[in-house]
């Protein structure tokens, strides 16, 4: 008998024998083949089980319906689909949202996930559904809700109950600033979900599926002693001719979603900026990032081999691709203009090291500029923070690192941040991190985020533990400290992981590499919605 196990490790090279680049693709193929198997989870909801059992039914699974409602080959780009990672509720947080195209307009999509839970909202189904709207206001894009929800998650309810209030307050004012709200109900919308489609400002409800009341009829029977069924007290046929809450009464799921695809193509709906650009493709391929991007943070890369790969290429209006921005000053951080799918965008990104008064400085300037030209910005993270020590101190490190965040913080064009490395420290907050509001944020798989590194931390705690100890005139024990160092950079290291980050709502998803040209177009794209206007009112810049 052949030993096969044997053939196949002999067959793989040695990590010796590998180059540097294939070293690299195989270190980031393998954190890529991770990432799909967490996607998978979410795509799974809440199982084999649940997932027959709906189907008997005769529904379709969320992503099916958004698969139907969206143009046919066009693009859905799925938001925060790690939401509740780590947690102990099923990865996805029991809904699906991103952006999709449907009759050409750019919208936002939420659709409950009923075979986790029935759809009940969790924590976590708040934090994305908040987000889902921030991105939809911010955006001005439609909101279309495939709701099918079992209502609060009981046991959590005082995570809930309160800010939950929040979705409905949203619904309200995107209906009272004329961006349209769509709601088509395919099941359950009970209790406080009845008031989605009940604000939204157009309702389909699907015959004998939907069911719409603020009380089931067991609490009605409890509160008012009436005997009643779903039907007569929530049913579709009702509201569609007794209530006059469904405008529009579908004969089954597919009539429902095609009744929604041309409520959106009446809404006479038009983008800010024009529909369609020419551009040409990079030189090179989205591919050879894989041989780019180490997954050891501590190995540096060039940020404009990442550009390069990013951006347009060269064509008759675009005769270099990315035009860099004072080159020769504060080389860790490069700065410069470039189009993206034909979108003039002026990019900040680090070199895999530390912010210098130099590199704050250039930045101040680059985001003062890009706002008088009214230019969207992409910022690509790989920092380790800003600079510190008695010299940089000294020369104005804080002041110069307190303009670059004041610049990032008044700056009004849209930003979009993309961490391709690591995001430590202030650098975070002077990168457009997600405190400071950019309109999408994405992760690489490679990514860490945290108050500093692993290391630097630990280390940290260990010089303030051993200066206590000598103030007090006792031993330090250094067997403690090998061990506490050890149990803080596994801590650190295991909280700065992007799933931990993305699970927790702090960026809008996990991507591949390969796909963040075709990412960031997407999001341009919605973010070409609205105007474009940058500002000229920044707050006090230190001298």
């Not at 995107?174 to 919308?189: D, E, H, K, Y």
């Not at 391929?285 to 060269?314: Q, W």
């Amino acid at each position: 008998m052949t030993d096969t196990t044997t053939e196949s490790a002999e067959a793989q090279p040695e990590a010796a024998d590998l180059t540097v680049e294939e070293q690299r693709r195989a270190s980031l193929l393998a954190k890529l083949a991770d990432l799909d198997a967490e996607h998978a989870k979410a795509v799974a909801g809440g199982g084999d089980k649940y997932i027959e059992r709906h189907h008997k039914r005769g529904k379709l699974l969320p992503r099916e319906r958004i698969e139907l409602l969206i143009d046919e080959g066009s693009a859905f780009l799925e938001l925060s689909p790690l939401a509740g990672w780590g947690s102990d509720f099923t990865v996805g947080a029991s809904t699906v949202c991103g952006i999709g195209v449907i009759e050409g307009v750019e919208c936002m999509i939420s659709a409950n996930d009923p075979t986790v839970k029935g759809g009940a909202s969790n924590p976590w189904t708040l934090k994305k559904t908040f987000r889902a709207a921030q991105i939809a206001q911010e955006n001005n894009l439609p909101q279309i809700s495939l709701v099918e929800s079992a209502g609060a998650d009981l046991p959590t309810q005082k995570e809930i109950f309160i800010p939950g209030g929040k979705i409905f307050r949203d619904l309200a004012r995107a209906s009272g600033r004329r961006q349209p709200t769509i709601a088509l109900v395919f099941g359950n919308s009970t209790a406080g979900g009845a008031y989605v489609p009940g604000l939204s400002d157009y309702t389909v409800m699907v015959k004998e599926q939907a069911k719409v009341f603020l009380a089931g009829p067991p609490l009605v029977k409890m509160a008012t002693g009436e005997e009643t069924d779903d039907e007569e007290l929530g049913g579709a046929e009702m509201h569609a001719r007794i209530s006059g809450l469904a405008d529009y009464l579908a004969e089954d799921e597919r009539d429902a979603i095609r009744i929604g695809r041309r409520i959106v193509a009446r809404l006479n709906w038009k983008k800010a900026s024009p529909e369609s650009r020419v551009y040409a493709e990079p030189a090179f391929s989205a591919d050879s990032l894989l041989d780019l991007i180490p997954t050891d943070l501590k190995e540096p890369f060039d940020p404009r081999d990442v550009i390069v790969r990013i951006v347009d290429g060269v064509s008759a209006d675009n005769e270099v691709p990315f035009d860099e921005f004072k080159p020769l000053y504060g080389s860790s951080l490069t700065t410069g203009w470039a189009k993206l799918h034909g979108r003039p965008i002026g990019i900040l990104a680090n070199a895999q090291g530390v912010l210098f008064s130099e590199e704050a400085q250039k930045a101040t300037q680059f985001i003062q500029l890009a706002n008088a030209k009214n230019t969207p910005l992409l910022f690509l993270h790989n920092t380790t923070g800003y600079m510190v020590g008695k010299e940089y101190e000294q020369g104005g490190i804080i002041k110069h690192g307190a303009a670059m965040i004041n610049a990032v913080s008044n700056s009004t064009v849209p930003h979009i941040s993309v961490l391709i490395g690591s995001s430590y420290g202030a650098g975070n907050y002077g990168m457009n991190g997600r405190a400071y509001d950019p309109r999408f944020l994405f992760t690489w798989p490679n990514a860490k985020s945290a108050v500093m590194g692993p290391a630097q931390l630990a280390g940290v705690l260990s010089i303030v533990s051993r200066a206590a100890a000598e103030a007090k005139g006792k031993e330090y024990d250094e067997e403690g400290d090998a061990g506490m160092r050890a149990f803080v950079e596994n801590m650190v290291e295991e909280q700065s992981l992007p799933y931990v980050l993305s699970g927790m709502l702090y960026d809008d998803g996990v991507i591949d590499p390969r796909d963040t040209r075709t990412i960031l177009g997407i999001a341009f794209s919605a973010i070409d919605t609205v105007p474009t206007e940058g500002t000229d009112r920044f707050g006090v810049f230190r001298m």
